[in-house]
């Protein structure tokens, strides 16, 4: 798939975008799971995308259509240690940072950091975690 865009559009994207030497993160909307979220005008109708995902059509490639794959943040790693919705990596656009991966391998993912961080939690604490 390709989001309704223009060099304009393109131009007005990346004024939103801080360069770091690590992330480039999203300076405008966040949406309520903490990703960049960008909205734009074209031919009078409003258009939205995750940043992260107009990124990686803008720099890298069109989206696949398949249910099955979704773009995660390699930056996104067991080491994080702040709540899911807080970390800026859900706000990074760069687009090395980005990869397609099969929806269960971000599952899997997922879990591997939740796990991580629930086992370094001091030993008195890891059996309330009631599951
Ligand atoms: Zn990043
Ligand atoms: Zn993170």
């Known amino acids: 798939m390709r989001f309704q865009s223009t060099p304009r ?3 007005l994207f990346c004024q939103k975008v801080l360069v770091t030497n690590t992330c480039w993160y999203w300076m405008a ?4 799971l ?5 909205g734009w005008q074209q031919d009078s ?11 990686y059509q803008l720099w890298v490639d069109d989206l696949p259509d398949s249910p099955n794959l979704v773009l995660d943040h390699i930056c996104h790693t067991e080491e994080c240690r702040y709540a899911e919705k807080e970390c800026l990596h859900r706000r990074c656009v760069r687009p090395d940072h980005l990869q ?12 591997a950091a939740r796990w991580k961080r629930a086992h370094a939690l001091p030993a008195t604490s890891r059996y309330d975690l009631g599951s």
Do not use: C, M, W
Request: hydrophobic share 40%; glycine share 8%.
């Open 34 to 38: 903490g990703y960049g979220s960008f």
């Open 100 to 111: 397609l991966v099969t929806r269960v391998a971000n599952i899997l993912r997922g879990n």
């Open 29 to 32: 909307s966040v949406n309520h």
């Open 45 to 55: 109708k409003p258009f939205t995308a995750l940043a992260h995902r107009y990124a």
């Open 9 to 11: 559009t393109d131009i």
